[in-house]
């Protein structure tokens, strides 16, 4: 009897069991590719790191084997550099002022930006649209053109550094800590990150609060401030990292070694083209350790800062 359900075709299929199977990717990588994927990162991170490698090899290097020989390891290790650095450039003094600074510009963006932030997310008002990209427009401005405002506003400051209530007759806050944290006191971009991040969130918690009997403040402080963690490491880093680095501003309104920060005093070692490798390569290490400090104390929340960014688009 003939099969009428399959025509005939003139080869015979092979049988299911001697079918060659397909292999079928479940989303992996295969060998080839996990191995081109470790060599690429083992290459970048080989870029990455062994400039710091040379850096902390000539920081432990004495000044007339700087340049001898091309090891990592050097053959007469010495702390004579960390020594000239801590001595000759006044570094301690320079930590210091540094970290005050900071510590009052992380604190300052990680206040004033959130609560701007979901001011501008949660509860918005009339022309806070254009508020907001006003504000974020001034990002935009180079930093070189807002330097004579800034000086002129600073040394203008009433009733400080011999100022009358106008802001004339004296230095206002000229080469003063206050004078170098007032410009990174808030920071624009913290202020864009905190509305964009409050943005992605849930109003109902904020509605369900409200019938509740919540205030804004309440809802904000008890609600939306323990979920934004994420955010405040986010801050923290970009605000530390900014001011830290900072070297143009400090350059332009100090004028004397008890308000220099780090990167002033690190300078030092560069006067007249005659470069001292060695202890500017021990002060970059001691500079150096606070930023890592910092992103490892935050390194958890800041990837899942970076992380909730990517998956809310």
């Known amino acids: ?185 808030v920071m624009p971009m913290n202020i864009f990150l905190a509305r964009q991040y409050f943005s992605g969130s849930s109003r109902d918690l904020a509605e369900a609060a409200r019938i509740d009997g919540a205030g804004e403040w309440r809802i904000f402080s008890r609600i939306y401030l323990p979920l934004a963690k994420p955010l405040v490491a986010v801050i923290a880093i970009f605000s530390f990292t900014g001011v830290w680095d900072d070297f143009l501003w400090p350059l332009v309104i100090t004028s004397s070694p008890e308000s220099q920060t780090v990167q002033l005093a690190l300078a030092r070692f560069l006067v007249d083209g005659n470069v001292q490798y060695g202890p500017l390569m021990a002060g970059v290490v001691l500079v150096t350790l606070p930023v890592i400090a910092v992103f490892l104390f935050n390194q958890r929340g800041f990837i899942s800062g970076l992380t909730d960014g990517s998956v809310k688009g």
């Not at 025509?7 to 292999?23: C, D, I, S, Y």
């Not at 490698?53 to 050097?74: D, K, R």
Request: charged fraction near 15%; charge should be positive; aromatic fraction near 6%.
């Open 1 to 185: 009897m003939t099969n009428t359900l399959s025509p005939p075709t003139g080869r015979e299929a092979p049988p299911a069991a001697t079918r060659p199977r397909r292999r079928r990717r479940r989303g992996g990588l295969d060998g080839h590719d996990r191995l081109t994927r470790a060599v690429l990162l083992l290459g970048t991170c080989l870029l990455v790191m062994v400039p710091f490698a040379w850096m902390i090899s000539l920081a432990f290097t004495p000044p007339e084997q700087a340049f001898g020989s091309v090891a990592l390891v050097p053959e007469d290790p010495t702390l004579e550099n960390f020594s000239t650095a801590l001595l000759d450039a006044d570094l301690l003094r320079a930590l210091a002022n540094s970290a005050i600074v900071a510590a009052v510009v992380v604190l300052g963006n990680c206040v004033i930006a959130i609560l701007a932030g979901y001011a501008f997310a949660m509860l918005p008002f009339r022309g806070s649209t254009a508020v907001f990209f006003s504000l974020v427009a001034t990002t935009a401005i180079p930093v070189s053109v807002t330097l004579i405002p800034l000086f002129l506003m600073t040394r203008g400051v009433p009733l400080a550094g011999g100022n009358d209530i106008l802001g004339q007759g004296g230095s206002g806050l000229l080469d003063t800590l206050a004078g170098l944290t007032l410009p990174h006191l």
